[in-house]
């Protein structure tokens, strides 16, 4: 099963009224966990099985913790930065990782928290067709708080929770209907997410070596899914150098090509020397926004997303 997705609102603020109920949006990565037989299992919203990169949630099989009950929960895996504030980039050598052994190390050195928002499935019985609201008070019967697992608080004032959100340092808020049915594999308008800091994922079309260091990797060049194509969005080189680099670089070898898979000229001061890839390795970036000409301001790499596929990040208008 693949997750439910929210739609990017076009508003400044989330939507008021007593028909929307209104969560912190996590800056991690979205699973789905299952616990079934007092066996767990962890899924990546592509499918992939992530049970061993998170040793630290292992607890979650003990059936005194889940009340002796089968459960699917829909939910984020945070790590907190020195700050306190949870953030992807602290995250991503966690994601990777296939190795229990490890797994274990970093769990040690910066564990990680789920962030439970929502129950899918408990006891055998499909809850996805019920409301939102009928899920939500499932969800908290089953009393899930623990150490590394918690399911946080909604609230009914959006504005009051965007403002502190953003006090926080927090990624944002996502709104939801409190009629809403959960919708596996769909991006849905009943779930509204407003984030505060413009970073997201970005479809890898191209790179370029670092000036001087033969095929060392310098640069991404980056690209968002539209109806016309994969537009090009900019040069990607902050974040890349020593390991993280070092990690990029063998997933674009098998992926040369021969031409653009951008449908727009990439500008001549990105394009010299670049070497095109086909379009599918998927990074999360960070930026200041984004330019007149519609191309990322400062951005800087933050991580691979191997939970999201580029078919996961849908169509947006260009």
């Known amino acids: 099963m693949r997750p439910m997705l929210a739609t990017k609102s076009t508003g400044g603020t989330p939507p008021p009224g007593e028909t929307w109920v209104h969560e912190v949006k996590w800056d991690g990565m979205r699973v789905l966990v299952s616990v079934t037989g007092g066996v767990l299992r962890i899924e990546s919203r592509n499918e992939n099985d992530v049970t061993v990169a998170f040793p630290e949630l292992a607890g979650l099989a003990d059936r005194s913790v889940v009340g002796g009950h089968d459960i699917v929960l829909d939910g984020e895996v945070v790590a ?12 991503a050598d966690r994601i990777h990782v296939r190795s229990s052994r490890r797994a274990e190390e970093l769990a040690a050195a910066r564990p990680v928290t789920l962030m439970v928002f929502d129950l899918l499935a408990l006891d055998g019985l499909d809850v996805t067709g019920l409301p939102w609201s009928d899920r939500r008070a499932a969800l908290e ?8 697992w918690r399911t946080p608080p909604t609230y009914d004032d959006g504005a009051g929770l965007f403002a502190a959100t953003l006090a926080q340092g927090l990624e944002g808020v996502v709104s939801k209907r409190r009629s809403s049915l959960y919708r596996p594999g769909l991006r849905s308008k009943d779930w509204l997410k ?21 095929d060392r990797l310098g640069a991404l060049l980056v690209g968002e899914p539209t109806e016309r194509g994969l537009v090009f969005r900019g040069r990607v080189g902050s974040g890349l150098a020593g390991k993280a680099g070092a990690r990029v670089a063998p997933l674009l070898a098998p992926l040369a090509a021969d031409a653009s898979p951008f449908v727009d000229p990439v500008p001549k001061e990105d394009a010299v020397g670049a070497r095109w890839v086909r379009p599918e390795l998927v990074v999360e970036v960070a930026s200041l926004g984004f330019t007149p000409q519609h191309r990322l301001r400062q951005p800087a790499y933050l991580g691979l997303r191997a939970d999201v596929s580029v078919d996961d990040l849908g169509v947006a208008g260009a």
Not at 81 to 87: S, T
Not at 142 to 147: D, H, S
């Open 194 to 214: 407003l984030p505060h800091r413009p970073s997201g994922s970005y479809v890898v079309g191209g790179w370029r070596p670092e000036t001087g260091g033969r």
């Open 80 to 91: 907190f930065d020195d700050a306190g504030i949870p953030r992807f980039g602290v995250l």
């Open 141 to 148: 019967g089953l009393e899930l708080e623990g150490a590394h």
